[in-house]
């Protein structure tokens, strides 16, 4: 079994708090089941897409976010755009990732909508393992955001704060089982000034996930790697100051990244790829100077091995 929620999450910030809405799994409590919010699984898990609220664009337009929570500690999910990966109504494809991370991930992706929405609803369905979740959105005045600050109090130095700005150079194909080199360039003006003092663990991160299925659930094998920073054993609290994050949006498998987050030194972060499997991938740059980002998208092909 599954643990599941409803078919419906609905998340915003409004007048500084955050809303969230996740119905309790059923079928637990009615065969006796421990609660299954006391279990960290690697894997065998599901997948809640989350509408994270809406704003406004700078040409007056709109664009509602969206993240997720991949209920698995160490597997990666993989569900390509089409029935068990769509937008209704309209194109299926807006944009959404097809590999998705372990955990929590925020504000993700906005999805633009015409100005004449009006109170249309916009629904994200997504289906793993025969279950469909699904994320609702609609122009819900109390669910207007800040996709930046989200409420945070901007001060002087927040408000001098601007960008960085990020250049990517790598190959845009390799062939198994070759690794991809990536290189990045990073500029920033140094704001905001990093936080001094060790860096906090992630709230979910201090112990590690339960290896057992719950009574009725058939242990999953899963040959998946373990995630940085959110491993068996916790994960070590990431890097403060200017950063990079490598991700993998889209591809017929999940991607190894060594490391997944580099710290910015003399404005340079390199790092390597691991595929395992042929096909088009399309994978994330995105730097962060603990406010703000830049990104950049690109395409890498990845033949199989040569054949002699």
């Known amino acids: ?40 699984f690697n894997s065998g898990q599901g997948l809640q897409p989350i509408f994270e609220g809406w704003a406004y664009n700078a040409d007056g337009s709109v664009s509602m976010y969206f ?21 209704e109504p309209g194109a299926a494809d807006r944009g959404q990732p097809t590999v ?6 925020r504000k993700e992706f ?18 793993v393992r025969g279950i469909t979740e699904k994320a609702v959105g609609w122009l819900q005045p109390e669910w207007q955001i800040d996709p930046i600050y989200a409420g945070k109090t901007r001060n002087a130095e927040s408000l001098k704060n601007t960008p960085p700005s990020l250049a990517v150079d790598m190959p845009s194909a390799v062939t ?26 992630a709230v979910g991160q201090e112990t590690p996930p339960t290896l057992k299925p719950l009574p009725d659930q058939p242990e999953i094998p899963v040959n998946v790697p373990t995630v940085a920073g959110r491993g068996r054993q916790g994960g070590a609290a990431g890097p403060q100051g200017l950063i990079l994050n490598w991700i993998v949006w889209r ?29 088009t991938y399309v994978l994330r740059a995105r730097a962060n100077d ?18 002699h």
């Open 100 to 105: 998705f991370n372990t955990r929590i991930h």
């Open 290 to 307: 603990g406010e703000l980002t830049d990104e950049k998208e690109f395409t890498v092909v990845v033949n199989g091995p040569t054949r």
């Open 1 to 40: 079994m599954n643990i599941q929620m409803s078919h419906c999450c609905r998340c915003a910030f409004g007048a500084g708090a955050l809303l969230l809405v996740l119905a309790t799994p059923y079928r637990a409590s009615a065969q006796g089941n421990p609660d299954p919010f006391g279990f960290k």
């Open 67 to 87: 993240g997720y929570l991949n209920r698995n500690y160490v597997e990666n999910l993989v569900v390509p755009v089409g029935p068990d990966n769509k937008f």
């Open 176 to 201: 198994l089982p070759d690794k991809l080199t990536l290189a990045a360039t990073v500029q920033d003006d140094g704001l905001p000034t990093p936080r001094k003092g060790p860096p906090r663990r």
């Open 110 to 127: 906005n999805v633009k909508i015409p100005r004449d929405w009006g109170n249309k609803e916009l629904t994200w369905s997504v289906t």
């Open 251 to 279: 591809g017929p498998a999940a991607v190894t990244f060594d490391p997944a987050t580099v710290p910015v030194k003399d404005a340079k972060a390199v790092a390597t790829a691991t595929f395992t499997k042929p096909g």
